[in-house]
């Protein structure tokens, strides 16, 4: 059974900075999707950056991600990471750490990290 626990979410004033962890347990295939999405109140869920691993490993970023945030995984420790600078208050949402088994028909997902950006 896989499991995802994410960490590090909390409040922080606009232009600072929160790194976000996420923890996957169980039976991990080598070749991959994780990543993390985010939901704020009242609006659908949305990506914000995924990587891929497996040979060589690809990041992909929203656009409202670029040039703030930064994707990493450590594929021993079997975890991903964000780490998010400049933070603006539209960036307030509960975050969802996301991992794809490539092969495999289901998703999963952690039970979410709420960040506020607020003054």
């Known amino acids: 059974q896989v499991q995802l626990v994410e960490s590090g979410g909390g409040l922080v004033q606009p232009g600072g900075s929160l790194r976000l962890s996420c923890a996957a347990s169980g039976t991990i295939f080598s070749r991959n999707i994780m990543g993390w999405y985010r939901q704020a109140p009242g609006k659908q869920r949305e990506l914000v950056a995924t990587t891929i691993s497996g040979g060589v490993t690809n990041t992909n970023y929203a656009d409202s991600a670029k040039g703030r945030f930064t994707i990493s995984r450590d594929n021993a420790k079997r975890s991903v990471y964000l780490q998010m600078n400049s933070l603006k208050p539209e960036d307030t949402a509960v975050y969802f750490c996301?991992?794809?088994?490539?092969?495999?028909?289901?998703?999963?997902w952690g039970q979410g990290t709420q960040v506020t950006v607020s003054s």
């Open positions: 996301y991992l794809k088994l490539l092969g495999q028909p289901r998703d999963y």
